[in-house]
C-alpha cells in the first residue's frame, strides 16, 4: 500500500524560490505563480473571495481595507484575513478622493 503525501508535504517541498519577487525589503511570491503550481498539482483545487455588501472587501477605519479568501483542496478549507497594502506596505486606509482646484 503506497502511502499518499498530504497536501502540505506536496505543496512545501516546492522550490518557489526562483519565482519570487522583492519589494520594499519583503519577498513575495504572486498568487498567479502559487495558485498554477496549485492546479498543477491539485486540478480540483477551488478559492473564493468573501463579498460583503457586493465588495470584495470590508473596511474599518482602524485597520483600512482588509480582504477573505478561502482555498478548498482535497475537500479541505483554509482560509485567510489580510490587509490591503500600499505601496509601502502599509495597511490602506481610506483617502479621500480630492476633485477640484
Given at each position: 500500500m503506497e502511502n499518499k503525501k498530504t497536501v502540505w508535504e506536496v505543496?512545501?517541498?516546492i522550490d518557489c524560490n526562483g519565482k519570487t519577487e522583492?519589494?520594499?525589503g519583503f519577498t513575495y511570491?504572486?498568487?498567479a505563480w502559487a495558485w498554477g503550481i496549485t492546479m498543477k498539482h491539485y486540478p480540483d483545487a477551488t478559492?473564493?473571495?468573501t463579498q460583503w455588501n457586493g465588495k470584495p472587501y470590508p473596511f474599518d477605519d482602524?485597520?483600512?481595507y482588509m480582504?477573505?479568501?478561502h482555498v478548498t483542496i482535497e475537500g479541505v478549507t483554509r482560509g485567510m484575513?489580510?490587509?490591503v497594502m500600499d505601496s509601502s506596505n502599509k495597511a490602506q486606509k481610506h483617502i479621500?478622493?480630492?476633485t477640484g482646484k
Open positions: 505543496l512545501s517541498a522583492k519589494r520594499n511570491l504572486s498568487w478559492h473564493e473571495v482602524q485597520l483600512g480582504v477573505e479568501t484575513y489580510l490587509p479621500p478622493i480630492v
